[in-house]
């Protein structure tokens, strides 16, 4: 029985009753915020909903992998939380929303592991402070994510929940550290998530998975309570869908803290209100700085997208001007921290928040219990002692890296500096990731916004990087966000789409019979989405008399009917009688499945030599 096939990318069709309800897919924080306060949802039903989403997406279908833990006590607290509103309305923007967190920052009702094999059942004994802040807004932990293990890498595997996908290509990495927040994040499985960044770890992730992210001012916001991998470079914070959304946690989070000497300079600093200046910048007169280097050295794919925002920005009256920085690569390369300060910050950390089975970095090592893919530095961490000499010249250059950075913005007169987040698309897993250009921020103590550019050619994410003056934060989310606003970068993954009753969309199948001039032919195509997956079976039938050369799928661009574009797919070849296999969709190729621009093309001995062709439908 032929079964004629409609494909839907992200939309299926609803019951009525469903079409009233919020969808927690892609929603915002202020839509979320709006239907609770309109009685109209409940944080116990967004919590059904994020927990469906993981049920289907995380370790089936696209199998993202993103999600360490789910909290088991998220629906009682989402209870208390609607009946808190209802007596005494909302704490805060954040009330009744569930986010997801890093699994690096402690959370008392749930083991903190840093991704590690070493400490699966670590319950430390307090929660980080930006936790604290959150619970106390109100907000719902519904999930711990996955990270680079002890978020020493940036391709997100570890011991513990092995490798993570990105929910854009799950064949390629999500970046990371942070890796399994920004694809949850970009999933929706939460409304928004906590990451860490050391060199990287909030901006690659946000790159890799179509979010913005900020590596905020050292000293804006707390680290206490985050599992460290260098005091001193560290930073945490949100990852995010909108600008809206990552401004409305960082409003939350921001402050001082008496237990992180970083933060000392919030004491006389006025609160940034990131929310409230998102729309206070005129674009037109301000100066960005290109940072040559790193756009001579991007891959094409990363550096066109990234191009036409610039020219967006240039149409709005900004001016951009190329920069270079004196001595950069040196510089970079004598300030680095984390191989100084590792091990003796992991040991500390573990003494202050309660490790019992796990004393220090030794263990670990010496026990094996870590993944391979964090051998080489976590061996030669356990095996070094700390240089005090190399350390002060580390410090020292991090001091000379600054002042060069603030030197070009006020000998240019820039705004900000501009460059690709990574130069290089996201590699397939098991790969090497090359191309961050992390250091830049985190060896300075500067903040930098990664804001999305929409996909490339590839259908990728690609991110570009705002680096602002120390404290200037807010000033960066508000030069991002006119462009969001007029261009929309958002684009949701295509394999984790609306679910239709609580559920993934199901495959679809289209049976074709071909025949024409004695050339016959069955074929069977399923299309999957939630895998990104061209399924398809094909047989000559019996009654067949010609020799069939192959038979191939080409897309009609021009929607012409005449067919002269290439070939895309190869399904038969010569002296074959039956074939199959799977292709993994592009971008192209699912819109022109779904618009009806997919011609199955024969080639055989009793055929025009142009073959005949049969639109997919």
């Not at 919590?47 to 789910?70: E, T």
């Not at 290509?169 to 990371?176: E, I, M, N, S």
């Not at 994410?461 to 960066?476: C, I, N, S, Y």
């Not at 290439?566 to 699912?590: C, D, T, Y």
């Amino acid at each position: 029985m032929k079964k004629i096939l409609t494909l839907f990318l992200c939309v299926c069709a609803l019951s009525a009753s469903a079409q009233n309800r919020l969808e927690v897919f892609e929603a915002s924080i202020e839509e979320l915020q709006s239907a609770l306060d309109a009685g109209t949802t409940s944080s116990v039903l967004l919590v059904d909903q994020y927990l469906a989403r993981i049920a289907a997406y995380d370790k089936q279908g696209p199998a993202l992998n993103s999600i360490i833990r789910i909290n088991p006590a998220a629906r009682e607290t989402a209870a208390a939380l609607d009946t808190e509103r209802a007596r005494s309305g909302p704490r805060s923007s954040l009330h009744g929303i569930p986010i997801l967190v890093k699994d690096n920052y402690n959370t008392t009702m749930l083991p903190t592991t840093g991704g590690s094999v070493a400490l699966a059942n670590f319950v430390p004994n307090a929660n980080a402070t930006q936790v604290s802040k959150l619970i106390d807004a109100g907000a719902i932990i519904i999930a711990k994510t996955t990270l680079h293990e002890y978020a020493y890498g940036i391709t997100t595997i570890a011991s513990l929940s092995g490798q993570t996908r990105n929910p854009y290509d799950y064949r390629r990495v999500p970046g990371g550290s942070s890796g399994g927040t920004g694809a949850a994040v970009a999933a929706s499985f939460g409304a928004i998530g906590l990451g860490s960044d050391t060199c990287g770890s909030i901006r690659i992730p946000s790159a890799f998975n179509n979010l913005f992210g900020l590596r905020p001012s050292k000293g804006l916001s707390s680290i206490h309570g985050v599992m460290p991998l260098s005091h001193t470079q560290d930073v945490a914070g949100p990852l995010a869908r909108s600008l809206d959304d990552l401004a409305i946690l960082l409003n939350i989070v921001v402050g001082y803290d008496a237990n992180d000497a970083a933060t000392v300079v919030m004491q006389n600093t006025p609160h940034p209100q990131f929310r409230q200046n998102l729309d206070s910048l005129t674009l037109e007169g301000l100066r960005i700085g290109r940072l040559s280097v790193a756009f001579d050295n991007a891959n094409g794919a990363v550096r066109g997208p990234i191009n036409d925002a610039l020219q967006w920005y240039e149409e709005q009256g900004v001016e951009l001007v190329d920069i270079e920085i004196p001595e950069m690569a040196e510089l970079l390369s004598a300030s680095g921290l984390i191989g100084h300060e590792f091990r003796t910050d992991l040991d500390q950390y573990l003494q202050q928040f309660g490790s019992e089975t796990i004393a220090n970095l030794g263990d670990i090592v010496d026990l094996g219990l870590y993944h391979q893919a964090v051998n080489g530095p976590l061996a030669r961490s356990r095996s070094t002692e700390r240089d005090e000499a190399a350390y002060t010249t580390a410090m020292a250059a991090r001091l000379t890296l600054r002042d060069a950075v603030e030197k070009v913005f006020l000998d240019n007169r820039l705004d900000a500096i501009v460059y690709p987040t990574v130069i290089e698309n996201q590699v397939f897993i098991g790969d090497p990731q090359p191309g961050s250009q992390c250091q830049l921020a985190a060896h300075s103590g500067l903040p930098a916004l990664s804001m999305p550019v929409g996909l490339n050619g590839r259908g990728l994410p690609v991110g570009m990087e705002l680096l602002g003056q120390h404290f200037q934060d807010a000033r960066l989310l508000a030069m991002a966000y006119p462009y969001e606003q007029a261009m929309s970068p958002r684009v949701a993954p295509s394999v984790t789409p609306q679910l239709v009753n609580g559920a993934a969309p199901a495959s679809q199948t289209i049976e074709m019979e071909f025949d024409r001039q004695q050339t016959v032919l069955q074929a069977r195509f399923e299309v999957d989405i939630t895998r990104n997956s061209f399924r398809y079976e094909l047989m000559l039938d019996a009654a067949n008399r010609a020799e069939v050369y192959a038979v191939t799928l080409s897309i009609d661009a021009d929607q012409d009917q005449e067919l002269n574009d290439p070939i895309v797919l190869n399904l038969m070849g010569p002296a074959v009688q039956r074939s199959s296999g799977e292709q993994f969709m592009s971008g192209a190729f699912r819109a022109a499945l779904s618009e009806g621009r997919l011609y199955v093309k024969v080639f055989a001995d009793l055929l025009p030599i142009t073959g005949a062709t049969q639109r997919i439908q």
